[in-house]
């Protein structure tokens, strides 16, 4: 089981109930700002249809959503998933609404990378042709070699050139490490940190953030 920060385990037919809902999130009333109440509804509502043995109280008590805004032409708006610490998270959500009146939603579980696995300070020419490797860590409840679908992971804009298996960090456990070539990432001068995305066998989306230092003086290796 997932765990919360305070050591209780979210229920995986929690976790499973919010990703069935989340692609369907756009249907929901009341945007761009959905109350706990309305948001644990209507994954409530959606895991039945999907036949998933979930009780609204569950789904209620692991959802938390930011406070209310009135609706507005063009809203964007975000917050944090399962469980209440917004240091600790373990999903992020994203809505909009465009002057249009178009919704887009999105919501992703929290995963652990390491950009430059064995590299401490993380340094990325950006300007360089080489190649850079980042690993999504293995973790309790989620294991990336069984999970994510490599063709849809993306490092900031580039897309994975080659995948291992191997563990990085030394918990014991495989991890699913990709290279990406630098001049794909979308990093500039100011670039503090970069994000891996992805999606997972399950239907869900995944990411993750690691420092980096954008230096288009470094010569180092990019391993």
Request: with cysteine.
């Amino acid at each position: 089981h997932l765990m919360s920060p305070s050591g209780e385990p979210i229920p995986r037919p929690v976790q499973d109930a919010f990703y069935a809902a989340s692609p369907f999130l756009e249907s929901m009333p009341d945007f761009p700002a959905p109350t706990t109440e309305q948001v644990a509804h209507f994954v409530y509502d959606t895991a039945i249809q999907f036949g998933i043995p979930v009780t609204y109280e569950e789904i209620l008590q692991y959802v938390f959503i930011a406070a209310d805004e009135p609706l507005s032409a063009s809203v964007e708006a975000e917050g944090e998933l399962f469980p209440h610490d917004p240091t600790d998270a373990l999903f992020k959500f994203a809505f909009a609404v465009d002057e249009s009146g178009e919704v887009g939603v999105a919501v992703s579980y929290k995963v652990d990378i390491d950009l430059k696995p064995g590299d401490d300070k993380n340094t990325v020419n950006y300007k360089s042709k080489g190649k850079v490797w980042c690993a999504i860590l293995w973790k309790d409840g989620f294991d990336p070699l069984e999970e994510v679908v490599v063709d849809t992971v993306r490092l900031g804009d580039a897309e994975p050139l080659q995948t291992k298996e191997e563990d990085v960090n030394g918990d014991g456990n495989d991890d699913l490490v990709l290279k990406f070539e630098r001049q794909d990432i979308g990093l500039d001068e100011d670039s503090e940190t970069v994000k891996v995305t992805g999606e997972t066998y399950a239907g869900g989306l995944i990411e993750g953030e690691d420092a980096v230092i954008a230096d288009p003086s470094d010569n180092g290796s990019g391993k």
